[in-house]
């Protein structure tokens, strides 16, 4: 049973939750043989998902709200609605409310607090704050005030901020901390502030305001200067407004949480972007402004398009690391510092509240995304959209789904295991240009905004791509980690013709975090001449799951028009063993040894790659064992962990070879029978044939649990 599989074809695990929990705890309780797969609980308990969209932001007044030019404007229905969205898994939001005051320009205030052409009067939001406060909040106990550093209007009334201009600080330092004095009155926690360098309707001369060059090269004419200021002058007056700014929030809101998205995150080595060289003076003024009580959330927008926990994990303890890695203020920052998982729940493909086929994931992918999500957060994970409506109060029958997604995945779950796979390809396609093959969808299948998973590649040099073009990738649903034991094998032939990309690399068999970094575990480097002609290429081997490769192998040559077989042997002790056509190698360390996806013979990018290359075969095994009657997980020990394979497969059936997942008595379809005989062999290994029995209080627990499972089932 293929582990790759898409999540959708997996039976639901909802119904079996507390039978799963129940059967994860036994493995705490059983003594035994360490396995070689191991089980997991993912527990999101005590954590909470915050609603940050366009549809509690820019959109508030026109979708959420249906039009009303205020909160107080939909007074008389807003009860209605905040009982409603008590059903929609949230604990809390990201608003925006608006002013009385049109002559101030835009009234919805999302964007209007930093806008440094009108000053903010308190007297402008009673009637929101007075309305707001007669409403039932209910769960929403954790709510922001909504703020961005972009502000939008009319052309003619909107300026972007200038750092150096002490006038446009003077109202930007009034306004936040009206805002500060706003969300205290509301209850809420704090302020969300949106850092992106946006392209709205403000002017130079700092239209980025953390673009130093932008600034250097042009912009600073737009604010009157003859020249402009230094480098260090402006990371200089960056970390005094930076303190000016959290000192003006404290004031008004002693102990007030600040929510800063985006949280950078720049792999591999966390370098900013040029555009970004004075974030971090920014942020340390922050720092340095808040009173000792405040918080600093840091919502995390590099992981909007994952879904997994291992994802989730290494983007959360990287993030910390770079801030760390940034900052001259380490101590503060960690004293501060709470890490919040960002999901975008219509990232591309698009979205659609009838079909969830068009969207990224599905009911129970988003369930699984959001649990995952939770149990990475340090205290709140937060849900953004562009199109999707989560408060809508009218929701389709799929958008029922996911709302009880979320509801549901604050509840802990077990998380997945790994199993092998493998997948072989028909090639028969005829022509010179043959596509030919089955085209398959494995994993999540969303890898790439434009990706296509197939078997066949071309591309053309300058930049120009065929039509054609795909590239393979399968991505477990759970990958193996870099303790166990496996074994990854991909099959290809680069074409006799193929035209190299000069000094690029194809990666078969990548780790570290989904979806995104150049973590390659083994890659395949094309060492061609100047017309790209080579047919020569040499094999590398990271050390460390960045682009720090050992082990070149320059006296190995493969050729264009050979099948080359790439096999990795993870030993799981942190080396793998490396054979090529069937060819040991030798033994290399590889500190990023988990697997997350293999076979991507190409690119989505014309610069990378071979013109065209043919994929053959992929396949993730581990250590083959001898048939042992009650091991449903084929990992050589009877333990809980068949249980959970008996109770996570329940009703599949397959062949009666030994692979079927939860098939404990091997007779190809998994019943109540292999609950038996987990039950009859419980505690026996391969190795340990004669191994004790559990103990009694163990024996009652166990037959407990089994007479549950039998009776749901």
């Known amino acids: 049973m293929p582990a790759f599989q898409a999540h959708q074809n997996t039976p639901a695990l909802g119904r079996y939750r507390p039978l799963a929990l129940a059967f994860a705890l036994l493995i705490g309780i059983l003594s035994g043989a360490t396995a070689a797969v191991r089980a997991e609980i993912i527990d999101p308990t005590g954590k909470k998902l915050i609603r940050i969209a366009s549809e509690t932001n820019s959109q508030m007044f026109v979708t959420t709200l249906n039009g009303a030019a205020s909160w107080a404007a939909a007074a008389t229905n807003l009860p209605d609605k905040f009982a409603d969205w008590q059903n929609a898994g949230f604990e809390g939001m990201s608003i925006t409310i608006a002013s009385n005051d049109p002559s101030k320009g835009f009234t919805n205030m ?56 002490d006038d446009h600080w003077a109202t930007i330092l009034h306004n936040v901390g009206v805002q500060a004095r706003v969300a205290k009155e509301l209850g809420f926690k704090g302020v969300l502030l949106d850092t992106e360098q946006y392209d709205h309707h403000g002017s130079e001369p700092w239209y980025h305001p953390f673009d130093y060059g932008a600034y250097a090269t042009g912009g600073y004419l737009l604010g009157g200067y003859s020249q402009p200021f230094s480098f260090e002058q402006s990371k200089t007056k960056l970390l005094q407004r930076g303190a000016q700014y959290a000192h003006a929030l404290s004031t008004e809101f002693p102990g007030i949480t600040l ?13 900013l972007l040029v555009q970004e060289n004075l974030y971090q003076s920014f942020i340390d003024g922050i720092l340095l402004g808040l009173d000792d009580n405040a918080k600093l959330i840091a919502g995390s927008e590099a992981t909007y398009n994952l879904s997994k926990l291992t994802s989730f994990t290494t983007i959360r303890d990287s ?107 028909d090639l028969s396609g005829g022509g010179s240009n043959p596509i030919g093959g089955q085209s398959v969808l494995l994993g999540n299948g969303h890898f790439y905004d434009d990706a296509r998973e197939g078997v066949y590649f071309s591309y053309l040099l300058h930049g120009q791509q065929q039509p054609s073009e795909q590239e393979y990738h399968a991505e477990p649903d759970e990958p193996p980690a870099a303790t166990d034991e496996y074994t990854a094998e991909v099959v290809w032939t680069v074409d006799a013709g193929s035209t190299i990309r000069h000094e690029n690399a194809t990666l078969l068999n990548g780790t570290g975090f989904e979806g995104g970094g150049q973590r390659a575990l083994i890659r395949i480097e094309a060492k061609s001449d100047p017309n790209h002609n080579s047919n020569r290429y040499v094999l590398e081997v990271s050390a460390d799951g960045e682009e720090n490769y050992i082990g070149v192998i320059p006296n190995l040559t493969l050729t ?42 190409g690119n989505n990018t014309p610069s990378m790659g071979f013109s065209s290359a043919l994929l ?47 098939d404990a008595n091997d007779d190809g379809q998994v019943s109540g029978q292999d609950l038996i005989a987990v039950q009859q062999n419980f505690g026996t290994t391969l190795t340990l044939p004669g191994a004790p029995a559990p103990e009694p209080a163990t024996s009652i627990l166990l037959g407990t649990c089994l007479l549950l499972v039998c009776r749901r089932s």
Do not use: C
């Open 560 to 601: 264009k028009g050979n099948q080359i077989t790439i096999r990795a042997h993870n030993l799981g002790d942190g080396t793998l063993d490396l054979y090529v056509n069937n060819t040991f190698i030798a033994n290399y360390i590889a500190g990023a040894g988990q697997l997350d996806w293999l076979g991507n013979l």
């Open 616 to 662: 053959h075969s992929v396949s993730v095994t581990f250590p083959t064992l001898a048939l042992l009657m009650g091991d449903a997980n084929n990992d050589g020990l009877v333990s809980g962990l068949d249980l959970i394979a008996v109770q996570q497969n329940f009703g599949n059936t397959g062949t009666a070879d030994g692979v079927l997942l939860g």
């Open 259 to 271: 929510w800063l998205i985006p949280a950078i995150h720049r792999p591999p080595i966390g370098s």
């Open 319 to 425: 993030t910390l690391q770079q801030y760390l890695n940034r900052s001259n203020f380490d101590q503060i920052l960690q004293d501060k510092w709470s890490f919040a998982t960002g999901i975008f729940a219509d990232a591309p493909p698009g979205w659609s509240d009838t079909d969830a086929t068009e969207n990224l994931r599905n009911p129970l992918e988003h369930e699984d995304a959001v649990r995952n999500a939770l149990a990475v957060s340090d205290e709140y994970a937060w849900l953004y959209g562009e199109r999707s409506r989560f408060l809508d109060t009218t929701p389709t029958p799929l958008m029922g789904l996911y709302l009880q997604a979320n509801e549901d995945a604050h509840q802990p779950d077990v998380a997945p295991v790994p199993t092998a796979f493998s997948d072989t390809f």
């Open 110 to 165: 999302g964007a209007q607090w930093w806008n440094v052409q009108a000053q903010r009067d308190y007297s402008e939001f009673t009637d929101e704050i007075a309305t707001l406060n007669a409403q039932d909040w209910g769960r929403f106990t954790d709510n922001f005030l909504h703020s961005s550093m972009a502000p939008w209007d009319n052309p003619s009334r909107v300026d972007s901020q200038d750092w150096f201009n």
